[in-house]
């Protein structure tokens, strides 16, 4: 009998190369698909709790709200900012605040804005542009919500457009831009990039494929769709707003915004509103593929540079409008969309099959609004949204499902499957278990780091399913996997999470060798 134990890392994979039978395998696993609640409450419509800027403290908290913009730093820390909620007084409007959840010390920082919303004062989150180009300590993008977020090779923080208050006057909650902000940390300044400062400018197309200094995207906001590819650029699809005309509507173009020639080209798709989709052939990729027109859809980038899509709430292949449940793969090298999985149909319902059980025929159904991650071995996940249950349209689900790229197969990893609108089952705070779970929300903050998910706020359910709010509260998912195990003439299967130790007694001689996702060996024994 020979024993023989290694650790599971964060780019978790396994394989084993033996001529030999296994007799024994164990693992070790800690907080299988657990959720922990860190911080926050599980009330509703909870004030914020500024305390000192920049210094960490235990009770800091934001207030409950929905539609905030977030990043994760390149430390891995999470970023947040602005949004629709509560402020340090307990009035609800818009918000300008900018804070950072350390996550070695499991903290909130307030940095900056201010902790008041726009009915705090006269004049709290109006947007201070300053001179373009030019970082200043008084900067601000002011008021935002549902804008697009990107972070630079460097570091540095970028927004576009959103909802927002205008610098002159004359805009409001519901007002459109299409700005670009840089933050930059160490310095603590807003930078004014590009873009207009009045609201609901039109958009500057150009020639697609072409970059221009003139080109702009139209001022938008609900829900679009951002990426940052491996070469650094950033790429923006959707939302709602407008074209080079002021008509609003729901978009379907693709732009590309390239940080070292502070220039936008139009990529791909309509210049105009509300377009369907051009689905082509399920899993074939054509030029004249393009998703429909939408907005609030999941958003993933893959290990080989491939931005994903999901769902959202637009236009279907015949130009009516609903929730929709169509999986899309951009190809940065070809310029072309494949329409993946799913359907072209809007309102289409989930079909789970049995939880952590990868079946061809699973789907998620109709669904946006929520939260999604990539894990450390590149699965794409999403979840706790606003969608479908098994019976009808339009509820808040706290369901998560895993799309697995190399199989083309969805997971019901975690949720009920059959009610919606759940409360939360909040447990002990800082104390994982199998039974915690955020209740069903809408338009949360959500963030991929160190192979661990976290989701914040947004307005749904808290402990109690009796009413509906903003909500503060601050969760940490930890991800496990299925890892099979193939010798010559044996197979083993078994969950593990990333960090558990696993050992493996086996008759007979050979060699087992442990590779990680990389093929990278991690380990070697006889």
């Excluded at 279907?316 to 409008?321: E, I, R, V």
């Amino acid at each position: 009998m020979k024993t023989f134990t290694t650790h599971i890392n964060k780019n978790l994979a396994i394989s084993l190369i033996a001529y030999i039978l296994i007799s024994f395998i164990s693992f070790k696993p800690k907080s299988q698909n657990e959720w922990t609640w860190i911080k926050g409450t599980d009330l509703l419509n909870q004030k914020g709790i500024y305390g000192i800027k920049n210094v960490p403290n235990s009770n800091n908290t934001p207030g409950g709200r929905v539609g905030s913009i977030n990043w994760t730093d390149l430390n891995g820390d999470l970023w947040l900012y602005g949004g629709n909620g509560q402020d340090s007084i307990s009035l609800s409007g818009g918000l300008s605040d900018l804070w950072k959840f350390d996550i070695a010390l499991k903290k909130w920082v307030w940095i900056s804005g201010s902790p008041f919303s726009y009915q705090g004062t006269n004049n709290e989150g109006r947007s201070v542009y300053g001179v373009q180009g030019i970082p200043n300590s008084s900067n601000s993008p002011g008021y935002r919500t549902g804008s697009a977020t990107w972070v630079d090779n460097s570091g540095d923080l970028w927004l576009f457009g959103g909802s927002t208050g205008d610098t002159l006057g004359g805009g409001s909650g519901s007002s459109f831009k299409n700005d670009l902000w840089k933050y930059n940390i160490a310095s603590d300044m807003w930078t004014w990039v590009k873009g207009s400062k009045f609201w609901n400018s039109t958009a500057v197309y150009g020639t697609q494929g072409l970059q221009s200094t003139n080109n702009n995207p139209g001022a938008r906001s609900g829900g679009m769709i951002s990426w940052k590819d491996v070469n650094g650029n950033f790429w923006l699809y959707g939302g709602a707003g407008i074209t080079a005309s002021t008509t609003n509507g729901v978009l379907n173009d693709l732009w590309k915004y390239d940080v070292v020639t502070n220039q936008w080209v139009w990529q791909k798709g309509s210049s105009n509103i509300n377009s369907a989709g051009s689905y082509g052939t399920i899993g074939v990729s054509n030029l004249t593929n393009n998703p429909s027109a939408r907005e609030e859809a999941f958003n993933w980038l893959d290990k080989s540079g491939n931005l994903w899509l999901y769902g959202g709430f637009g236009y279907d292949a015949s130009s009516n409008y609903g929730d929709l449940s169509d999986l899309w793969k951009y190809n940065l090298t070809t310029n072309q969309w494949v329409w993946v999985k799913g359907t072209n149909i809007k309102n289409q319902l989930p079909i789970y099959g049995s939880m952590n059980t990868p079946v061809a025929s699973n789907r998620p159904g109709a669904m946006g609004n929520g939260g999604c991650w990539v894990d450390s071995i590149g699965n794409l996940w999403l979840g706790n949204s606003y969608g479908t249950n098994q019976v009808a349209t339009d509820f808040y689900v706290n369901i998560m499902w895993r799309y697995n790229i190399l199989s083309n197969q969805w997971t019901w990893t975690k949720g009920p499957n059959i009610l919606a609108n759940q409360a939360g089952n909040y447990g002990i705070q800082g104390t994982s278990a199998i039974t915690n779970i955020p209740g069903g929300r809408t338009y949360p903050s959500s963030w991929s780091t160190n192979g661990e998910f976290w989701l914040f706020g947004g307005f749904g359910a808290g402990s109690d399913l009796s009413a509906y709010g903003q909500l503060n509260d601050l969760w940490r998912f930890i991800p496990c996997y299925t890892a099979t195990v193939t010798p010559t003439n044996a197979s083993v299967s078994q969950t593990i999470c990333s960090g558990s130790s696993a050992t493996i007694s086996a008759n007979g001689n050979g060699t087992i060798t442990w590779y990680n996702i990389n093929s990278t060996v991690l380990a070697t024994g006889n």
